[in-house]
């Protein structure tokens, strides 16, 4: 048993813990009023969290003992599973504000969009990393595992959840530009996603979108419709100042703020608080991201090394992200705060995504251990040999 749970970086695994279990702490605080008005109980967000940090942390320590390399092998199920749930959605999935995102399995909400971003980390690393004798060539090398991606994407896009799709799109690009392919490639790949993109533009541009965009821009020009949500995470963040109002103390989450336990849990934070609270949890991601990005590049090993990149792209875009919108420098997406919002699917897959990075830290670590004991055992058996010769002379 000791032997399983040797060579972790321990960084790795205190700080999603961290993370989640403060998240919970959060939700309760920020749902527990919405939760009584929906007739639910105060506790019904905070109860559902909780069965799900539970869930999530059993798949995280098991990910953090399984071994990584095996995942190559189950690369085709896994992807297979992903898009029958992708698909699924389209024909059984519940409709929730115009989109359908989730399905119903053994009476959990699931939403698979979530846990396709995992998927197809997996997918792309293994691929890419099988394809690394031949990867100058573009058509056999570089263009195969991108159709597959785009073909889920297009589900996505079709919930629709266009913040999710762009999420996955960002992740894949970022392993693709980390797999060693050329940069003449790269640039193609670039241009032809910007051609894609402007020519979906007519499709996917609506009026709800637009009015997102001068939601995040402009909500003063309109605080009672597109603005509304931006300013009032605006005053949750402004009334916290340095310490915050309290822990429970916010206002804004007695019906003012949309998605107090969601999308905008990080402005009740800075309410409740304050600035430190945030600085606190911006540096926890910035530890996580850092962290990661430090094992991607000592990983010798490509499945690794691009697991490691996709997983901490994951995280930190999606915190980026979800930053961005509470305070008006990216749109409203719908993008959750990783660990800390509410949504078991979301929470069980960073976990697990935690995991399977800290086995990839684990066997790094390991192969240092083993590496340093070799050198240690070749030099007692050089300098010993030596000593020995000379008594032996004399």
Known sequence: MKKLFQGFDYTLIITPLILATFGI???????????????????????????????????????????????????????????????????????????????????????PSELVKLTLIIYIASVYAKKQNYIGNFVQGVIPPLVLTLGMVAFIVAQPDIGTATIILFIVGVIVASSGIRFRHLLLLFFVAAVIIIMAIPYLVT??????????????????????????SYLAISGGGISGEGLGQSIQKLGYLWGAHTDFIMAVIAEELGIIGVVIVIGLFCLLTLRGLYFAKKCTDSFGALLAIGITTMIGVQAIINLGAISGVLPITGVTLPFISYGGSSLFVVMVSMGILNNVAKNIQMKGERSKVVQKESINYKYGRGRIWSIDKR
Not at 69 to 80: D, G, S
Not at 207 to 231: M, N, V
């Open 25 to 111: 702490v959060m939700i309760y605080s920020a749902s527990m009023v919405v939760a009584e008005v929906e007739g639910l109980g105060s506790t019904f967000y905070f109860k559902r969290q909780l069965m799900w940090f539970v869930v999530s942390v059993i798949g995280f320590l098991f990910c953090c003992i399984f071994p990584y390399k095996y995942y190559q092998k189950f690369t085709v199920p896994i992807v297979f599973i992903s898009f029958v749930l992708l698909a699924s959605v389209a024909f059984f999935g519940d409709t929730v504000n115009r989109a359908t995102r989730s399905i119903e399995l053994l009476g959990i909400n699931v939403q």
């Open 207 to 232: 009026d709800t979108r637009i009015a997102r965009f001068s939601g995040a821009y402009q909500p003063f020009l309109d605080p009672e419709q597109d603005g509304y949500h931006l300013i009032q």
